[in-house]
Every structure is written in structure tokens, then in C-alpha cells.
């Protein structure tokens, strides 16, 4: 039983505020009966956006209802139970919580506030605005504690008005008192305005969430390309030293068989020098022996005897001439100056590598912006494609050419009934599209003259022309001059006429520009200021009915790599050919 009532704050409709029936539950996480989100939606199916009522989530496009199997077991426990089942601990009112105003004794918690009765009540004492045709038309909230801040200090009534001129809510008695003769609306209305701005702005979070969503996904795999594109270079550049190492000790292999070969060879002469002197070493002697002896004999004709068989001495076989040797010293000497040369090349090379490490970059700040067109062409490049809003076009007004002409004419439209159209007494007209950005377009009229402006979508549908407010920006066009107005202020531009108007809007560098369509473009007037809400084109008449005005867009006109290393190692490898 705790169990079940530990759920029973969970499981009511916040559409209908009864328990679920087929409980379904969206993607962000509220559930509803499936026929209250189905009817939420359908009211929706314009905008072609739908939106969670809890939440105000976004779902594009509509998303398919699936029944929650849980909640829906839930519920019918919770009927077996009986809506009478007496209360767990948890279901008391604490310091933090909203008491139910009837409860007597130890107050539970109140599941809804009546902004009618300004009371809160508990699910108990709730039943009866369940039941009671009368009171089902109470508007039932959240609970809340600040029911009393809906009260009027002055006359102690509800206050179900909006003052715009005052920016404030106010009772009945209020818009006959102090604020008579201000613009007041009723307060669901004025509501329903701010909820159309609190959605475009929510639209506008959730394209940001989006782009920002998208912008994580960019840098994650800008991480991963990065990572991956160093573990490459790491790699690369290390089988390149080594394939210099591997030169580098072939070359040093290579001088030193060559040095040993060299040695064996002069060895091996120097050798058979030797012998050939240690033969003829020999032979001297024995001759000297055999000279030496006959000089000692006495009898003088032996002597002749034996020193006419002497044979000739034998010239000398080998003539040695050993001059100073520097021997392997030249071999130190070129290798030594091959080591200064690669130095040098690794040198010479070292700052090509360091700066292609250094110019290893992540772009992370957003890119400068495009400086502004100047010629037409230019111009065109963010040319925006802009129709009227039938919805918001003044009864005096005659949409044809797919929506994106405007004539001024006596007769009024029959257009039905909208909160958005401007009054009798402002021959007005907005775009449907909103306009962010960089947007261009063009405006071509005809007649007396007639007002292209940009304004806020919640501009005064009465008494308020564009420019005439801080809401709008307007260039008034007549027949032999313009001037621009902005806050009830006018500028004089040109004293010539302007039949076609090119404007130019940078909204998040907040430029607004006018020029007269021509070759080159002649700027007329532009505004540095901050927007802060989407801007919508606007077109505005005050002089005589056939004037025209159309909205005319037409297009006329790796990271680190290998390469400094590959050149070195080609340097390095051509360095070693010369040595050869």
C-alpha cells in the first residue's frame, strides 16, 4: 500500500490533472494520457514543431506514442486501492511544501493551486474541481505559495489584466484608475504573446544546444584525427632516424671493412719489402765474409788468383724510398668533415621541423567574420528568400504574387479574425520568416511612398507604425526624398527618390543597413545597436490607396607530416653518394 501511494503524486495528466489513462511517455521523461499530448499536439501542427507542456522541449518531427506498460499497472493499483486510502509519512506537508488550505490537523501536501479560489488543495480535496461542472473551469497550477502575489495591493481583487505601457499586472479596477488609458490586454493574452517569444527563444536555445551538440561531436573527432595524425607522425618520423641510423652504421661498416682491406694490402707489400731486403741483407754478408777473407791471404798470387773467379757484385733489386706517412689520418679527416656536413644539414633543417610541430593548430575561436559586401553581387550571396504574413497584413492590404507583393487598396480583406493582424488604423504588414544572421533583400514600390522597416514580432498590433517605437527600424520612402525613423526619431537620408530599397541586416553584429539599389550600391542610412530577439521585414502604408510594394530577391550573378624529414633523410643519403 505504501508503495502504490508513494507513486500516486506521479501519475496524474499535468494536461488534464487526472490520473493517466493510457499513459504514455515522451523522450525527455513526462508522461500524459495519450489522448491530452495527442490533442496538445494537433494544436500545434502548423508550426510543425511539437513541444513537451511540462518541459517545452522540442521534438522534430512529431514523435510516435508509445504506451508506458509501468505507469499504466500503476495506475490501475492505484484504482484498486481507492482514492481514500489513508496517507504514508511522505505525503505530509513540511516546512518546504505546500500545505492544502482545508486540510484541519496535521496538513498533506497540496497536489494543485486554484488560481481562482487562491487556494491549494491535496488530492482529497481536490476532487471536487474534478467533478463540479462550475469548477472544472478553474484554472488549476503547480502548487504554489504565492497565490496572494495575484491579488491586487490596492483593491484586493484579481488581477487578470496586463498593462503593456507599464509592463505590469493589473485588476479591473486598476484599467479605470491609474492606468486608464494605457494600452491594456487581458492577461491570458498577453500571456499568449510572451509565450510565442518564450517559444521563439526556446527555439533558439534548442538550435544553439543543437549547434553546440554538433560542435562537441566536431572537437571529439578533431581529437581523435589529431591523436591519430600524431601517433602517425611519432611513428613516421621515427622509422626515418632509423633508417638514417641504418645508413648511418652501413657507412660506418662500409669504412671500416674498407680500412681494414687497405691495411691488409699495404701490410702485405710492406712485408715483401721486408723479405726481400732481409735476402739481400743475407747475401751482402756472406760477400763481405768472402771479402774479408781474401784481403787477409798473404801469397799474392792466390790472392790474384781468387779475386779474378770474384763475380760482380749484383745491383741492388729493390730501392726503398719510405717517405712520411700520415697513413688512415686522411680517412679521420673526411670522415670527420662528413660529420661537420651532416651537422651542418641537420642544422639548417632543424628549424624547418620545429616549426612544422609549431604549426600544428586547432582552430577553437569562432572564424573572423566576412567583412561586409559592397557590390551587388556581394550582396546577393545572402539574399534571403522572404514572403508576407497573411496573418499579421492589415485589412487595407491586397497579398498577391505568392505572397511577396503588397497593394494598398480601399476595400477591406476578408481576412478571419487574428491576434497578429494590425489594426484598421496601421496599414501594416510583417514577414513570415524571421529574419537571423546575415539576410539581404529587396524592396521595389510604386506610388506615393511607403515605409521597409525590420521590427520585433511583438510589436503594438495598434496605434504603433513602424519606427515610431524602440520595436522597429523604418525607412520612410516618398517621392522626392527619404528619411529614417527609429523611437519616434527621424533622420533625413536623401532628397531624391528611391524606388528600390536593398537592406542589409548582420543581426548578431547588430548593422542594419539601407542602400539605394544601384551599380555601385548607394548606401542610405545604417544602424549599429545590439538586437536582441529575432527581426521580422515589414512594409507599411500611409499615403494613397494603389500603392505598391514588393519583396524582390533575385540571384543575378595532415596536420604534421613527414615531408621536411624525408628531405633531410634525401639530403643525408646525397651527402653520403659525394662521400662515395
Known amino acids: 500500500m505504501a508503495g502504490v501511494q508513494l507513486q500516486r503524486e506521479n501519475i496524474s495528466c499535468s494536461i488534464c490533472l487526472d490520473l493517466l489513462k493510457k499513459p504514455v511517455t515522451l523522450n525527455c521523461g513526462h508522461s500524459f494520457c495519450k489522448n491530452c499530448i495527442k490533442d496538445h499536439w494537433d494544436s500545434e501542427e502548423e508550426k510543425r514543431m511539437y513541444s513537451c507542456p511540462q518541459c517545452r522541449k522540442i521534438f522534430i518531427p512529431r514523435p510516435e506514442l508509445k504506451k508506458n506498460t509501468m505507469l499504466a499497472d500503476l495506475v490501475e493499483e492505484l484504482k484498486k486501492t481507492g482514492l481514500h486510502a489513508a496517507p504514508a509519512h511522505h505525503c505530509y506537508a513540511g516546512a518546504e511544501d505546500v500545505a492544502c488550505d482545508v486540510c484541519t490537523g496535521r496538513k498533506l501536501k497540496a497536489l494543485k493551486s486554484c488560481l481562482v479560489c487562491l487556494a491549494s488543495y491535496c488530492e482529497e480535496h481536490l476532487q471536487p ?100 595524425s600524431a601517433d602517425k607522425a611519432v611513428k613516421d618520423t621515427d622509422e626515418i632516424f632509423t633508417e638514417m641510423k641504418r645508413l648511418l652504421q652501413k657507412r660506418s661498416s662500409d669504412v671500416k671493412q674498407q680500412i681494414r682491406s687497405k691495411l691488409e694490402t699495404e701490410v702485405r707489400r710492406v712485408t715483401d719489402a721486408e723479405e726481400k731486403l732481409r735476402q739481400e741483407i743475407t747475401e751482402l754478408k756472406k760477400r763481405e765474409a768472402e771479402l774479408k777473407q781474401l784481403s787477409l791471404t798473404q801469397d799474392h798470387n792466390q790472392f790474384l788468383l781468387n779475386y779474378r773467379s770474384l763475380s760482380a757484385l749484383s745491383p741492388s733489386s729493390s730501392i726503398i724510398n719510405v717517405r712520411p706517412l700520415r697513413h688512415f ?206 527581426l521580422y521585414a515589414g512594409v507599411c502604408f500611409y499615403f494613397s490607396p494603389g500603392d505598391t510594394a514588393e519583396l524582390c530577391t533575385q540571384i543575378e550573378w595532415n596536420y604534421f607530416s613527414s615531408s621536411v624529414l624525408n628531405s633531410v633523410f634525401k639530403s643525408f643519403t646525397s651527402l653520403f653518394s659525394r662521400q662515395q
Not at 582552430?363 to 508576407?388: H, M, N, V, W
Open 129 to 228: 474541481h474534478h467533478q463540479s461542472s462550475a469548477l472544472k473551469k478553474h484554472k488549476l497550477v503547480e502548487p504554489s505559495k504565492n497565490l496572494q502575489e495575484n491579488i491586487c495591493p490596492r483593491h484586493d481583487k484579481m488581477m487578470d489584466l496586463f498593462c503593456r505601457t507599464d509592463q505590469q499586472c493589473i485588476c479591473s479596477l486598476c484599467s479605470v484608475d491609474k492606468h486608464k488609458d494605457h494600452d491594456t490586454v487581458s492577461a491570458a493574452e498577453e500571456r499568449t504573446h510572451k509565450q510565442r517569444e518564450l517559444d521563439l527563444s526556446q527555439e533558439e536555445v534548442q538550435q544553439r544546444l543543437q549547434g553546440r551538440d554538433r560542435d562537441v561531436k566536431v572537437l571529439q573527432q578533431e581529437r581523435k584525427t589529431l591523436t591519430l
Open 329 to 534: 689520418d686522411d680517412v679521420t679527416v673526411a670522415v670527420a668533415k662528413l660529420r661537420g656536413q651532416l651537422e651542418d644539414v641537420l642544422t639548417e633543417t632543424w628549424t624547418d621541423i620545429s616549426l612544422a610541430v609549431a604549426e600544428v593548430d586547432v582552430l577553437l575561436t569562432e572564424p573572423e567574420p566576412d567583412p561586409e559586401p559592397k557590390t551587388r553581387a556581394e550582396f546577393f550571396g545572402y539574399s534571403q528568400e522572404i514572403t508576407l504574413d497573411p496573418n499579421t497584413a492589415n485589412k487595407h492590404l491586397l497579398l498577391s504574387e505568392g505572397n511577396r507583393k503588397v497593394t494598398f487598396v480601399k476595400e477591406n480583406q476578408s481576412y478571419p479574425h487574428h491576434t497578429d493582424r494590425f489594426t484598421t488604423s496601421c496599414p501594416q504588414v510583417l514577414s513570415k520568416e524571421s529574419l537571423t544572421g546575415r539576410c539581404y533583400w529587396e524592396v521595389e514600390w510604386t506610388g506615393e511612398g511607403v515605409d521597409v522597416a525590420v521590427t520585433y514580432k511583438n510589436i503594438s498590433r495598434s496605434e504603433s507604425f513602424f519606427g515610431f517605437n524602440d520595436k522597429s527600424w523604418a525607412l520612410v520612402c516618398q517621392q522626392n526624398s527619404c528619411k529614417f525613423f527609429h523611437n519616434n526619431i527621424w533622420t533625413d537620408v536623401s532628397d531624391v527618390k528611391v524606388s528600390r530599397v536593398g537592406v542589409y541586416l548582420d543581426h548578431r553584429a547588430g548593422l542594419l543597413s539601407f542602400y539605394r539599389v544601384s551599380d555601385p550600391m548607394t548606401l542610405l542610412h545604417r544602424v549599429q545597436t545590439t538586437f536582441t530577439e529575432p
